[in-house]
Nanobody, 123 residues
Framework: QVQLVESGGGLVQPGGSLRLSCAAS????????MAWYRQAPGKQRELVAG???????NYAGSVKDRFTISRDNAKNTVYLQMNRLKPEDTAVYYC?????????????????WGQGTQVTVSS
């Protein structure tokens, strides 16, 4: 199994910055894509940003030019640098990763989620 643990959420004023981290651990054979999603109260979970093992990135239009996703493949960790935060960025942020793991001497696919970290943007 592969576990994801997020950190770095909190309360920040509008215009401020936060950096989220997500570390993967467990029986990791390889990680393909990693991504950040968020879910605000009463809304569906949405993709914020994603990054492939090769470093290709994609962003939701609402965060482009404000958020930056990056990853450290050696540490199996993905980051989300969030700048110029707005109240509408308030949500629980979830990390997601997919790739290959091994179980009972077999390599299989995994798709794991973290437990979520709260980001609140308010004055």
């Amino acid at each position: 199994q592969v576990q994801l643990v997020e950190s770095g959420g909190g309360l920040v004023q509008p215009g401020g910055s936060l950096r989220l981290s997500c570390a993967a651990s467990g029986n990791i054979f390889s990680i393909n894509a990693m991504a950040w999603y968020r879910q605000a109260p009463g809304k569906q979970r949405e993709l914020v940003a994603g990054i492939t093992i090769g470093g290709s990135t994609n962003y939701a239009g609402s965060v482009k030019d404000r958020f930056t996703i990056s990853r450290d493949n050696a540490k199996n960790t993905v980051y989300l640098q969030m700048n110029r935060l707005k109240p509408e960025d308030t949500a629980v942020y979830y990390c997601n990763a997919n790739g290959k793991t091994w179980y009972s001497a077999q390599i299989t696919n995994f798709d794991s989620w973290g437990q979520g970290t709260q980001v609140t943007v308010s004055s």
